[in-house]
């Protein structure tokens, strides 16, 4: 399916995959794990921009996501956030957070310099991701 993807999104991102509602993006930075899910809904902005339906299908994606990388990662907690300072385009973002991570216990936004993947391990954690969620994914 064709959905324009705000230029930044995906320069920052990989692809994992369609949700019913949204695309499901892993952020290239791997000092965390941090998804992030793009509604595919021309011009929104704001989670209010989503009608109810839609918002209802968001949330259940962003369970269903969180789930998976509670039962992959068992973080300590997760970071669920939808700012649109930089990117105005509607996305939420899905961190898992250690309590012995970087930035612990502050937001992940701003904190040094990011790490890309290596192609290993970003197929790695797409796999994972992958398996888990595979009744979701389209």
Known sequence: ??????????ADTLPIGELPLSRLLLMNDARWPWLILVPRIAGARELIDLDGDDRTALMDELTRVGRALEFLLQPDKLNVAALGNVVSQLHVHVIARYATDAAWPNPVWGRGERVAYTEAESSARIAGLRTALKDLLA
Request: hydrophobic content about 50%; cysteine-free; proline content about 20%.
């Open 1 to 10: 399916m064709s959905f324009p993807l705000d230029p930044r999104l995906a």
